[in-house]
């Protein structure tokens, strides 16, 4: 059985909680989340789709107890976590909401098919802090891609690609930056600063300016044909030029929002994590908005 919500009040005795703990604070989470948290017999931190600062994790688990944190393997191998939750109640801390990243509701669906109960214990999501605390709309975003590292020389050109486009139609991208450069989600992880992501942009931009001529498109695909015309009024722009907007530690007492562009982004130093957001036109009020980003 599976719920998509539901109250700290009755929880059962055993099963899988996917508790949400927004996006960096103690104080940002839901009483309920926290109190599905500390019922909990196992409380599990999965650290590798997105971190809290140390200060406020070792805060959260005084407040309700100790804290074992996963990465990868034991999240999308869930066989341990299983086997805890058919005997007790197992607590998965994911940052922000539990059910924003496929991984995690993959294991959500496993567990059905497990026959575990898993109960979701929603959280403050960046995907609306950002958009609305920058002053964009929120209307206007089109798909959202994480910029990630070349791993081991090979570079995605994806990410680049939906930004592209979705400028191309007039729509804002929120840009997540990468945690891991070993792409395996094991450990040792360094979040992408953001002359990390000048570099990937650039890596991204040779990469499919490259590879453009020969490039095939189908001309029967609208959405492919779209891309292509994308693409290609996209080749001789200076992409050092593009307007973003950096967003540092949202929703924690170290925010901060700066307007500048993808050349700009290596005069800043970031915060402990970073996103970018890649405005299309905006209209006047999102204009306003976003003037108060700018750096004098």
């Known amino acids: ?44 931190y999965e650290a590798y789709t997105a971190l809290w600062p140390d200060k406020e994790l070792n805060l959260l688990e005084q407040t309700i107890g100790p804290i074992q944190r996963v990465m990868r ?28 990243a496929t991984t995690h509701v993959d294991l959500q669906l496993q567990a059905i098919e497990a026959g575990i109960e898993c109960l979701v214990f929603h959280g403050i999501s960046i995907t609306t802090l ?47 930056l990468d945690l891991d450069p070993t792409g395996l989600g094991t450990g040792d992880q360094r979040p992408m600063d953001p002359s990390d992501a000048v570099e990937a942009i650039v890596l991204m931009r040779e990469k499919i300016e490259q590879g453009l001529s020969e490039r095939e498109f189908s001309n029967d695909n609208p959405s492919d044909m779209m891309m292509k015309e994308a693409l290609h009024s996209f080749v001789g722009e200076d992409v050092h030029k593009i ?21 700009g982004l290596k005069d800043e130093a970031g915060g402990r994590l970073n996103c970018i957001v890649f405005p299309a036109a905006t209209g006047e009020v999102e204009e306003k908005a976003l003037l108060r980003w700018a750096k004098e």
């Open 1 to 44: 059985m599976a719920e998509s919500s539901t109250t700290a009040q009755n929880l059962p005795s055993t099963g899988l909680l996917l508790v949400g703990m927004g996006p960096g604070s103690v104080g940002a989470m839901t009483l309920e989340a926290v109190e599905a948290a500390t019922a909990a017999a196992h409380r599990r």
């Open 73 to 100: 393997p034991e999240v999308e191998q869930p066989e341990e976590l299983f086997a805890l939750a058919s005997t007790s109640l197992v607590a998965l801390l994911v940052v922000g909401d539990p059910l924003q």
């Open 130 to 176: 950002v958009t609305g605390a920058i002053g964009l709309s929120n209307y206007r975003f089109g798909r959202q891609t994480t910029l990630t590292y070349p791993y081991g020389g090979w570079v995605a050109t994806s990410p680049l690609e939906t930004i592209i486009l979705n400028r191309f139609t007039g729509l804002h991208t929120l840009a997540l």
């Open 243 to 263: 307007r973003v907007v950096l967003c540092s530690d949202m929703g924690t007492g170290d925010q901060r929002i700066v307007s500048t562009t993808v050349d």
